[in-house]
């Protein structure tokens, strides 16, 4: 399976990362890639938009944490927009509901961070 990965401008300082596909162990260094390319062009304030992908394995999660911990050294955010139910099921048993913040719509996490 491959992923689709779409950025774009949202309101004020935040770049929105769409994602369309799987994110797994093959396909987790092109996310990384453009979240990295972010983060060194100086946009600390992200929100990855999940809801189109279908699947998510621990390599995802674990790039996704990777991005919060960079950004927040600059003392940025990482939000997630995921309305699908399995992917979210994946950040309650992890754990990691606690440490992004989660959004059902793109316009409630765009609004939350102004």
Do not use: W
């Not at 972010?38 to 279908?54: F, K």
């Amino acid at each position: 399976m491959d992923i689709k990965v779409n950025v774009r401008p949202a309101d004020g300082e935040t770049r929105v990362i769409d994602l369309v596909g799987e994110i797994d162990v093959y396909t987790s260094p092109a996310v990384k890639d453009a979240i990295t390319q972010l983060i060194d062009e100086g946009h600390y304030h992200l929100l990855i938009n999940l809801e189109g992908v279908r699947y998510i394995d621990s390599t995802g999660l674990g790039v996704l944490i990777g991005a919060l911990k960079r950004v927040r050294e600059h003392a940025g955010s990482v939000s997630l927009v995921c309305a699908n139910p399995q992917i979210k099921k994946i950040f309650d048993i992890t754990g990691l509901v606690k440490i992004f913040g989660i959004f059902e719509t793109e316009q409630s996490a765009i609004k939350a961070l102004a």
